[in-house]
């Protein structure tokens, strides 16, 4: 599986962008998965449902399935939050992994931009990303890419990663 990250700070554009680049590399008929990374709680469940119910009385994982779709919860209850690595191995293989988020991590990455949030580029201290994808022009010592030119990033990504 290959795997390409987008990252930037909040409100930059990351989740636009990941949704618009499934869809055009499904276009493209290639298989996507995508990891995304949230610094906050989250809960995935409905309070009241049985599989709710069933986390809620001490299970660690719990597994619903349907004749649709396939949902693994699992409760960490005070252990360390799972490497990136680790969880792109509980993936089923596909062509492509977008993981949204996990600055930190080393795989190579395209940084969302939007000049209006007002942060500073991650990209002017981290060579893992590899372009910025911007809603203004910018000078850098990497390709910069329109942020709205979906077709292009997604051409800049294939490219990157000969698929």
């Known amino acids: 599986m ?3 990250g987008i990252t930037g700070w909040k409100n930059s554009g990351k989740t636009g962008l990941m949704e618009r ?3 055009e590399f499904c276009t493209r008929g290639l298989t996507v998965s995508t990891v995304k990374h949230a610094h906050h709680v989250f809960d995935v469940d409905q309070k009241g449902t049985d599989s709710y119910r069933h986390r809620q009385a001490g299970a660690s994982e719990v597994l619903l399935a349907s004749g649709r779709r396939v949902a693994l919860m699992q409760e960490l209850r005070g252990a360390e939050e799972p490497k990136l690595k680790d969880l792109l ?3 089923s ?3 492509l992994v977008l993981v949204e988020g996990y600055k930190r ?3 190579p ?3 969302a931009h939007r000049a209006e949030t007002g942060n500073p580029l991650i990209a002017l201290g981290d060579d893992r990303i590899r372009a910025v994808a911007s809603d203004v022009p910018l000078e850098l010592d990497r390709p910069v890419l329109n942020l709205n030119d ?3 990033i997604a051409d800049f990504i294939q ?3 000969t698929l």
């Open 2 to 4: 290959k795997i390409y």
């Open 21 to 23: 680049l499934v869809a």
């Open 159 to 161: 490219a990157e990663l």
């Open 150 to 152: 979906t077709k292009g």
């Open 109 to 111: 990455k395209i940084e």
């Open 89 to 91: 191995a509980r993936l």
């Open 105 to 107: 991590e080393d795989h």
């Open 93 to 95: 293989p596909v062509d």
